[in-house]
């Protein structure tokens, strides 16, 4: 399928004379208070769908290289998850974007998508307004699971922060500096030594594996982890996983589904949080299969065990 976009510095050939301006120059009809870009493709549906595409990009959220320094000082996973959490904003369309133009050239179809910066604007500064609000809620306490969850929203704020700048040319001034979030961070967690505990019930003993999955993700969270009983453990982090054959009519292969429930528990005995994780995967055998399941575990550790809500 024939596709082309447009950019403003799209050399003038190929068009008649009679063909409208914006179809190379959109500033032309673009207002002082829009956005705009234009797509082009062999129907207007596909025209209308390169606009809106060349909008977005222009809000690809990029993660100032000082920010991105602050990150990689402290915290590998939360590093890790900035990519993650760009392509998830990114991914949202655009609310109130609007095809302005349409135009039918003697080979393509074109189309003007337009966005209000002042309504896009409030709306923006309406999101990071309450985030900052559970921000300094977060703040006050002086728990591990509460500031760690701070790290997760700073990044969608640096992304909403990033977008409101675009449009008005200035930064929402953050409730609380992210060097400061992370001081504190740091001197609350010195004081937690975590146990990992798993049972396994799977058909052989992988719990020494899944136990350092799990200590690994903790340790680059910032807590310290012990591996022997202690007086001064301060909480337990306790999790059961199973191993269970599934049907497969493909010769040659094999088909296992691999769970863990993990839940975090006070030196009282209270849960503070839990998560599951499941997985199917089909292999050649069941190493190559558990294999293939705990590299998911990972990756999924990565983004959720501060859900265990640490306190």
Known sequence: MFLKVLFLFTINLGFSAEDPRWITDHSSACKSNQLCAVGSGSSMTLAKSVARAELAKIFENKISSQFKSELASYNNDTQESVSEQVNEIT???????????????????????????????????????????????????????????????????????????????????????????????????????????????SRTDNSSEIRSIIEERLISGGYKVSKKESQKITNEILGVFSAEKLYLKVSGFERYKF??????????????????????VNARGFKQAKDIGLKRLSAYLSENIKKLNIE
Do not use: W
């Not at 977060?138 to 700048?165: P, V, W």
């Not at 769970?259 to 199917?280: P, R, V």
């Open 91 to 201: 991914e949202v369309a655009l609310e109130g974007v609007e095809i302005a133009k349409v135009y039918e050239g003697e080979v393509d179809y074109f189309a003007m998508a337009v966005i209000d910066k002042n309504k896009m604007a409030r709306r923006l500064k309406e999101s990071i307004d309450k985030l900052d609000a559970l921000v300094l809620q977060l703040f006050d306490k002086d728990s591990g699971g509460a500031l760690t969850q701070i790290e997760s929203l700073y990044l969608k704020r640096e992304l909403l922060n990033q977008r409101y700048h675009l449009l008005t040319g200035i930064y929402v001034t953050d409730p609380v500096d992210y060097k400061k979030l992370l001081k504190k961070k740091d001197a609350v967690l010195s004081k937690y030594l975590l146990r990992v505990d798993i049972e396994d019930k």
């Open 259 to 280: 769970t863990l429930s993990l839940k975090a528990k006070t030196k009282k005995g209270n849960e503070s949080g839990a998560i599951y994780f499941t997985t199917d």
